[in-house]
């Protein structure tokens, strides 16, 4: 173990970060297992909110290690470009195994955010090859989060992730968001009012006609703006008025995929099936960094027929389909299978709900949001400081155990889908303790 110095702390900028702050009093993590990770000095600390929304089937887990060493043993890196690897196929064709039927073409990034600005491009270039070139316009919603690319931020609708970087992506649009609707306040799992929020959508075709609008994505649920959990019906809406326009639909779920939801996808779980889907996180859990688009065999067929030169998309990347990537994520996808962890998601729903929404009495807290193993646990704001108290929360609950990850003023929470009972009654009994002491 490297000494941890205040020199030390110097080189790394680091992401999303109050990076004086961190420095200042820095939290290290140095081991991880199962559902823990241990600090440099062996203190134990929960994760509630696997890393990152990300390693879904815990820490470390043996099959997923050795399959990284094994592969990187054998080759530790082969080109996508104008030639393949055994393993990029058969993992592309096991991921199209448990995507919903019609989408079962793969294509690989290397994370969330390049999942979606693949899909953006593929949109686009979908209507080209189908001599629609006039349908560019992009839909997003307020309060999306869509990565870091350019693409992503210009149809997301987090503004400290848009304002800081000029003019973005031209002819983009945004849906309202589905949050603060009356009535929904403490919802239990899918709230009742506004799915009609998805009408917004034909006004956007009124205003810019259909013929020029290409795509719309969206979070089946909304995850790092705070867990915004879509009304009953909306979903639904948006997918019959995009059948409706012509409009292509893009679901982002790099986090909702690979069992967050108790289900494969959350397009299963709703019951409406997408154009695309967007990929990361879970699809190796974490373990090696990679993302994936999935397209419907008609847009893929669209691209090939259309093609106007034998590349049919110009798009790609140095680590499309990484054989290290290939290898952990057979190995994750073995065990979710194995070890029925979607299902497992879905059996524990209603006991993680009933724990978390147990904090509704819990001092500063004034809504909380549940779906399968996610929750949002909304906090007052302090008048003067905003994402002040969610910040000292976040501290003070690494400082006791308890790994939590906070967005404004918002306790987002998304355990590893091994989490047991005990473990549920211990994060919500930290949070509780948490809060009651931060002012």
Not at 15 to 35: D, V
Not at 53 to 76: L, T, Y
Not at 339 to 363: I, N, Q, T
């Amino acid at each position: 173990m490297a000494d941890i110095r205040a020199n030390d702390l110097d080189a790394f900028w680091m992401p999303f970060t109050p990076n004086r702050r961190f420095k200042a009093q820095p939290r290290m993590l140095a081991r991880a297992e199962g559902m823990h990770y241990a600090t440099p000095e062996g203190r134990q600390v929960l994760d509630a909110t696997s890393g990152l929304w990300c390693v879904n089937a815990g820490h470390n887990r043996p099959r997923i290690v050795e399959a990284i060493r094994r592969q990187a043993g054998e080759m530790d890196y082969a080109p996508s470009f104008n030639m393949g690897h055994p393993a990029a196929f058969a993992f592309a064709s096991r991921i199209a195994q448990i995507t919903p039927p019609g989408l079962d073409r793969i294509f690989f990034t290397g994370s969330g955010s390049e999942s979606v600005d693949t899909a953006l491009k593929i949109a686009l270039a979908y209507h080209r090859a189908r001599g629609k070139g006039t349908k560019t316009r992009l839909i997003g919603r307020e309060r999306g989060y869509h990565g870091v690319g350019f693409g992503g931020i210009s149809v997301g609708g987090i503004p400290k992730n848009r304002m800081y970087f000029g003019s973005l992506l031209t002819g983009v649009d945004h849906l309202p968001h589905t949050h603060g609707v009356a009535g929904n306040l403490f919802s239990q799992g899918l709230p009742k009012n506004g799915a009609e929020l998805a009408d917004a959508l034909e006004g956007i075709v009124a205003l810019h006609d259909a013929s020029n609008i290409a795509a719309v994505i969206v979070e089946p649920v909304a995850g790092s703006t705070g867990v915004l959990v879509p009304p009953e019906g909306y979903l639904q809406r948006l997918r019959a008025i995009c059948d409706r326009h012509d409009i292509l639909l893009i679901f982002d779920e790099v986090i909702t995929g690979f069992g967050r939801v108790g289900a494969a996808f959350a397009a299963e779980r709703f019951g409406v099936t997408p154009d695309m889907i967007c990929m990361a996180k879970g699809l190796t859990n974490a373990a090696v960094p990679a993302g994936a688009v999935a397209a419907s065999e008609g847009v893929y067929q669209a691209m090939m027929d259309g093609a106007d030169a034998p590349i049919e998309l110009f798009h790609g990347y140095t680590y499309s389909a990484h054989p290290l990537a290939c290898a952990a994520g057979m190995a994750a996808l073995e065990v979710y299978q194995e070890e029925g962890l979607f299902a497992r998601a879905l059996e524990m729903e209603p006991y993680w709900r009933a724990a978390v929404h147990s904090l509704k009495d819990a001092r500063h807290v004034v809504d909380i949001r549940d779906f399968g193993l996610i929750a949002g646990i909304e906090l007052e704001p302090r008048p003067d400081a905003p994402t002040a108290r969610a910040l000292a929360a976040f501290e003070t609950a690494f400082d006791q155990g308890l790994l939590i990850r906070v967005t404004g003023d918002i306790i987002a929470l998304s355990p590893p889908l091994i989490i047991e009972k005990s473990q549920v009654d211990q994060v919500v009994e930290t949070i509780r303790a948490v809060l009651s002491g931060v002012d």
